[in-house]
């Protein structure tokens, strides 16, 4: 499946060899609108996890953290980047966690003419795993949530969230879905290429299920 953004050649960063923390220019900007497809363009879970995307160097990475006043470790990939209009790129990037270095948050900045940061949107993590407490005997309950973004066309996009409730069983390893819910937050870049959100709507939930953590993780992951 296609990821929300073409990869490969043309990256937001790294640009010019003689100039590491330089983000973008004006020419940039039009290379990439010849580049980038809009709308049909999916960002998945597997792919973010497994597809091997470019470091930022040391100038790179310290330039972006300044920008974005966030302190931020030496694992920041980019995953690509998208055209907003014709001074305006959104860009996404893949941030390590301190915590664990197999879980990343996913960030998407817009970036003006010369590459100046003008909003940022922390999208979380893509998957996360919390044990449901107390343990239970026999087996183990973890809340699991999986994340997707699709852009509709235009500068809409959807970040769907798939949040459920599965048991493991010691004896026979067996893993077992109890419940799932799912929602779609929809944000809209603005012309001056902020993120506005336009809202949240559910769009399944197991019959009769009522858990308080899900309105927990709906207000955390927006």
């Known amino acids: 499946m296609k990821t929300i953004f073409t990869l490969a050649v043309m990256l937001l960063v790294g ?3 003689t100039n590491t923390t330089r983000m973008m220019n004006a020419n940039d900007v039009q290379q990439l609108a010849d580049e980038l497809q809009v709308g049909q363009n999916i960002l998945y879970r597997d792919t973010v996890e497994k597809v091997s995307y470019p470091l930022l160097s040391d100038g790179e990475r310290g330039e972006l953290a300044r920008q974005l006043d966030l302190e931020i470790n030496d694992s920041v990939q980019i995953i690509g980047v998208r055209e907003v209009d014709q001074t305006h ?3 996404a990037y893949k941030i390590g966690l301190d915590t664990d270095p197999d879980h990343f948050k ?4 817009t970036h003006g003419k010369g590459g100046a940061v003008i909003d940022a949107l922390d999208l979380g993590e893509f998957h996360i795993c919390e044990p449901q407490k107390p343990m239970r005997f026999g087996g183990n309950r973890s809340y699991t949530l999986d994340s997707s973004v699709t852009f ?3 500068n809409h996009f959807t970040v769907h969230r798939v949040l459920a409730l599965t048991s493991i069983y010691l004896k026979d ?3 077992t879905q109890m419940w799932r819910v799912e929602w779609d ?3 809209e870049i603005s012309k001056d ?9 559910e769009t399944y939930r197991s019959e009769g299920l009522e858990d308080p953590v899900i309105d927990e993780f709906k207000s955390r992951l927006r």
């Not at 996913?106 to 900045?109: E, R």
């Not at 506005?196 to 709507?201: A, C, E, H, I, Y």
């Open 173 to 175: 390893r067996t893993l």
């Open 152 to 154: 509709d066309g235009g």
């Open 185 to 187: 937050d929809d944000y």
């Open 193 to 201: 290429a902020r993120f506005v959100f336009m809202g949240q709507r």
């Open 15 to 17: 640009c010019n060899a």
């Open 106 to 109: 996913v960030y998407f900045v």
């Open 89 to 91: 790129i959104l860009a």
